[in-house]
């Protein structure tokens, strides 16, 4: 974090409750079609540049097959390569790629399926997810923004949305609160963009609405992280 800018003492709590929390909600909303809970860690996984020094790693469970390609991923790329008109190929090349952690191979084969299957949005989504663990958080909000022109009411996405103007460099608070005030209008007790709202109140400055926002988070959810260790605290 810049100098310049407000420093907060728990700030790796605080980026590691955005994103911990934003994987297990991903991984809920996507189902049976999602990666398998190995990839459950690997947005954390992907965040750890975004913490301080010396700051424990987030949500790894040292069991991790990062980078290394499986015979089931190596049989599923060639089935893919052969086939590059065959969407469900292209897809499952693409969902084992992400559950290995190797983010940009896996954003190039929902690319493809997205070529084959312009509107489907299974494709558009996942594809935002991968440029997001990949940390290409401007990429990826170039096509959360397309998953929303086809579901305007998905909060999920919107409050995906929002985190990739909260972790960008330089960050864009303002419109971070915008995207996530947007997913709270439609559905106010939506409980991981309270949170992020919350740390996004906090994060610019603003006490007041930060501790209203976690007060309607308690609400929703009295064991959020948030709410058990509170908001940080500004070292000034």
């Known amino acids: 974090m810049n100098k310049d800018r407000v420093i907060f003492g728990i700030v790796g709590l605080v980026f590691g409750l955005i994103i911990g929390f934003m994987a297990a909600n991903r991984l809920n909303r996507e189902g049976p079609t999602a990666p398998t809970a190995a990839a459950t860690s690997t947005s954390a996984t992907a ?11 987030i949500g790894q469970s040292g069991n991790s097959t990062s980078g290394g390609a499986v015979p089931e991923v190596t049989a599923a790329i060639e089935k893919a390569r ?15 790629y992400y559950q290995i952690q190797r983010f940009s191979d ?13 509107n489907e949005g299974e494709a558009i989504i996942k ?20 998953a929303l022109q086809q579901r ?8 995906d949305l929002g985190l990739t103007f909260f972790l960008r ?36 400055g603003d006490k007041e609405n930060a501790e209203k926002t976690v007060e309607r ?20």
């Open 47 to 57: 965040s750890n540049s975004s913490l301080p020094p010396n700051h424990p790693p």
């Open 82 to 96: 052969q086939n590059p008109e065959d969407y469900e190929a292209q897809m499952t090349a693409g969902d084992l």
């Open 106 to 118: 896996a954003a190039k084969f929902y690319e493809a399926a997205n070529r084959i299957k312009p």
């Open 127 to 146: 594809l935002g997810n991968s440029l997001f663990d990949g940390e290409q958080y401007e990429q990826a909000a170039k096509w959360y923004e397309k």
């Open 152 to 159: 305007p009411k998905d909060v999920n996405v919107r409050s």
């Open 169 to 204: 460099e330089p960050r864009e608070i303002d419109r971070a609160i915008k995207e996530f005030q947007a997913s709270l209008a439609i559905e106010p007790n939506h409980e991981m963009t309270l949170q992020n709202l919350a740390i996004a109140y906090s994060e610019k």
């Open 217 to 236: 988070l308690k609400k929703v959810n009295p064991e959020n992280p948030l709410v058990v260790k509170g908001l940080p605290k500004s070292d000034t």
